[in-house]
């Protein structure tokens, strides 16, 4: 897999933009970038996950640099109800299904 | 839709018993993977199911620890003579597996087992 880089926690204020980075330097061609996260005692949800152009959904948007060696995660407007791990995997690409690695992930919490 | 769904979501059981847990995937979804996690710790893979076949059950802890799949649908978990260290929440996952590059997981809920 390739290797993925992340805070360890971050903070933010509701409200506000939660601009959460991931570096991936190591990252393939062919390899997707996902993002995950995991809120107390819950199951991991996902999120997002993009090749290199930037994505946009309901949740979040993704922003990948031109070199695909990093990206960043955006939560446009974040509650009090993303606060979470946030996880940036880098699954590998493969004829068989995977585990996905979630690393430590990025702890976000987000204050009134 | 309905998304992936495990039961029970509680399970309390003594030492030396077997546990069955159960994983229903999400509809057409041809690829499920469990997973476990123990308090304050990441996510371990298990074993993993491309239709009825396990072609990785390169994570299962012990010989202990055992799983099917029937119908390329419903999964159970069986870990037999349960050990305190089994305490955790069991994860279950299912992906469509259209494309080797993109194969999102969904997650369901979790089991809660707890070995007294």
């Known amino acids: 897999d390739a290797k993925t880089t992340q805070p360890p926690s971050m903070d933010c204020a509701e409200g506000r933009a939660a601009n959460l980075p991931c570096n991936h330097s190591t990252i393939s061609g062919n390899e997707y970038v996902y993002w995950y996260r995991q809120i107390h005692s819950q199951g991991p949800q996902y999120i997002i996950h993009?090749?290199?152009n930037n994505e946009t959904n309901e949740m979040a948007s993704l922003i990948i640099t031109e070199d695909r060696k990093s990206s960043t995660l955006i939560l446009p407007h974040a509650t009090l109800r993303d606060t979470a791990v946030y996880y940036c995997?880098?699954?590998?690409?493969?004829?068989?299904?995977?585990?996905?690695?979630f690393g430590k992930g990025t702890s976000l919490l987000v204050t009134p | 839709g309905a998304g992936v769904s495990q039961s029970p979501s509680n399970k309390v059981t003594e030492k030396g018993k077997d546990v069955e847990l159960r994983c229903d995937p999400i509809?057409?979804?041809?690829?499920l993977y469990w997973y476990r996690q123990s308090l304050g710790q990441g996510l371990e893979f298990l074993i993993y199911f491309q239709g009825n076949s396990a072609p990785d059950k390169s994570g299962l802890p012990s010989d202990r620890f055992s799983a099917e799949r029937t119908g390329g649908s419903v999964s159970t978990l069986t870990i037999q003579r349960t050990q305190q260290e089994d305490s955790a929440v069991y994860l279950c996952?299912?992906?469509?597996?259209?494309?080797?590059?993109?194969?999102?997981?969904?997650f369901g809920p979790g089991t809660r087992l707890t070995v007294l």
């Open positions: 996952a299912s992906s469509l597996r259209l494309l080797p590059s993109t194969d999102t997981q969904y």
């Open positions: 993009g090749l290199k």
């Open positions: 509809s057409g979804h041809t690829a």
């Open positions: 995997i880098v699954p590998p690409v493969s004829n068989s299904g995977y585990a996905l690695n």
